[in-house]
DNA sequence: GCGACAG
DNA sequence: ATCTTGTCGC
């Protein structure tokens, strides 16, 4: 079994990692939280990137996470994983690790190539308590993940420019769009993650820390992960692997009950 | 108390 | 997230 499967079935297999009360979750946030590190992550000296992601059926009833391992040189997918369950955890914003974690740990115990660096589709250091998923990840793999969004959940920033690349910082904050949020860093708000434009004249995603990774290394990987689309490769392989296998699942079901 | 609210 | 066809624009 690899590093990195055991690491995975230790976590799953402690209960007091997963709490079943949202008052519990978020207290164990605020406890985790003092656990992220940021270190500096060299975009040149990554080779595999694992594109998280999971789906779900409309009914809440099933589920299936997926796990792609790219090769950033080649962008070749050379690895991937899937795993479906039931969701034993309701959405609840700002608790998103405690729904998607479990399956995606599945999905990464089940892979036979080491990433170097993993991404998950959320917030790491941007979220109310500093704690999103990909801190989650981290801190649990003791392990280098960086978070890309679709939206906001927390912090403040202004719009980047329409250029490919351009981009703008966030800062700690109720959600909302400022005129100029990279004054307010600079006049020492707390920087929690970067607005980034991954493709020209399109809405942009939404990059911070995990752990053990820095905001400038992330935001570059992201980017370079990020050549033609405006989400990152492998969180779109890993979307469309998750989506195929859960619809498969469901599929299976209704046909032989 | 009211509104916001990653996927 | 999911349910869904066509359609507006470069």
């Not at 975009?43 to 997926?66: E, I, T, W």
């Not at 990464?108 to 993993?118: A, E, F, H, I, Q």
């Not at 993940?145 to 679709?150: F, I, R």
Request: hydrophobic share 40%; glycine share 8%; proline share 7%.
């Amino acid at each position: 079994m690899s590093e990195i499967a055991e690491r995975v079935r230790r976590v799953l297999d402690d209960p007091g990692l997963w709490p079943r009360e949202p008052k519990e979750a978020t207290a164990l946030q605020r406890e985790m939280a003092g656990r992220v590190r940021e270190e500096p992550l060299d975009a040149d000296a990554v080779r595999y990137v694992a594109g998280l992601d999971v789906s779900y059926a409309r009914d809440d009833s099933a589920l299936s996470a997926a796990a792609v391992v790219l090769d950033v040189r080649t962008m070749e997918v050379v690895d991937s994983a899937v795993f479906s369950a039931e969701p034993s955890f309701p959405y609840i914003s700002g608790l998103f690790a405690f729904r998607e974690s479990p399956p995606v740990l599945e999905a990464l115990g089940r892979l036979s190539v080491t990433p170097d660096v993993y991404l998950c589709d959320g917030f790491g250091l941007a979220h109310p308590r500093r704690f999103g998923v990909a801190c989650h990840l981290g801190v649990l793999l003791d392990a280098p993940v960086m978070g890309s969004a679709k939206s906001v959940l927390y912090g403040k920033h202004s719009e980047p420019g329409d250029e490919r690349g351009s981009w703008t910082p966030m800062v700690a904050g109720r959600s909302e769009v400022v005129a100029d949020s990279a004054a307010l860093a600079a006049e020492g708000a707390e920087v929690i993650g970067r607005v980034l434009r991954t493709r020209a004249g399109v809405k942009p995603v939404y990059v911070s820390v995990g752990h053990r990774v820095d905001l400038e290394g992330a935001a570059d990987l992201v980017l370079r992960l990020s050549p033609r689309y405006r989400v990152p490769e492998p969180v779109r392989h890993a979307d469309r692997l998750c989506g195929e296998h859960r619809k498969a699942v469901l599929a299976a079901r209704d046909d032989a009950p």
